[in-house]
């Protein structure tokens, strides 16, 4: 069993930063960040490797936002940049036993997410 604890969500205006971290208690997963806003299903926002070498993104965050890990403290973390308010809601970290993925099905374990608000 791996436990994940999101932190450093926050309120933030258009057009600033956060950064997410998500410590995890076991290693050589891949790891994703999921988001849902209100309303919404839970969409894929990113993902890495376990060795950090590969990585993707959702569209809508390409360019804005960046994954990274630190294997030796067992963190993962988003880095994101100009946020938009559509980036509003409920930010995942997940570990998946398997391939980096989009899919989030693939992912055997959740962390129970921290909510970031982007104001206008």
């Known amino acids: 069993q791996v436990q994940l604890v999101e932190s450093g969500g926050g309120l933030v205006q258009a057009g600033g930063s956060l950064r997410l971290s998500c410590a995890a208690s076991?290693?050589?997963?891949?790891m994703g960040w999921f988001r849902q806003a209100p309303g919404k299903e839970r969409e894929f926002v990113a993902t890495i490797s376990w060795r950090g070498g590969n990585t993707l993104y959702a569209d809508s965050v390409k360019g804005r936002f960046t994954i990274s890990r630190d294997n030796a403290k067992i963190t993962v973390y988003l880095q994101m940049n100009s946020l938009k308010p559509e980036d509003t809601a409920v930010y995942y970290c997940?570990?998946?036993?398997?391939?980096?993925?989009?899919?989030?099905?693939?992912?055997?374990?959740w962390g129970q997410g921290t909510q970031v608000t982007v104001s206008s």
């Open positions: 997940a570990a998946s036993r398997d391939y980096y993925t989009k899919m989030a099905s693939r992912y055997d374990y």
């Open positions: 076991g290693s050589s997963y891949a």
